[in-house]
């Protein structure tokens, strides 16, 4: 299993961007993907998960700012991000729970200038 994450970039306090995870390799059904992040010198918090059914979860500092959906045809997960702050500054990375192993992507930078 592969992810392959893009979508990163600096935008300015305030603006919008939009993370793309696609998976890909034997995915079963039932699976979880989402995003965390990882902020220098901070251990990698939750940010969004998001199951097939479309149940999700969000973290409190992110909620009405952030939506999380997935298209389950093309294992590919999104993460709309709104109102940056310059705290939501880090780097992405995005995540997938298949069976019972976790897989990580490989990291895209976000930074919110002020």
């Known amino acids: 299993v592969q992810l392959q994450a893009s979508g990163g970039g600096l935008v300015q306090t305030g603006g919008s961007l939009r993370l793309t995870c696609a998976a890909s390799g034997t995915i079963f059904s039932g699976n979880i993907m989402g995003w965390y992040r990882q902020a220098p010198g901070k251990q990698r918090d939750l940010v969004a998960t998001?199951?097939?059914?479309?149940?999700?979860n969000y973290a409190d500092s992110v909620k009405g700012r952030f939506t999380i959906s997935r298209d389950n045809a093309k294992n590919t997960v999104y993460l709309q991000m709104n109102n940056l702050k310059p705290e939501d500054a880090a780097v992405y990375y995005c995540y997938l729970r298949n069976v019972r192993f976790d897989y990580w992507g490989q990291g895209t930078l976000v930074t919110v200038s002020s």
């Open positions: 998001i199951t097939t059914g479309g149940s999700t």
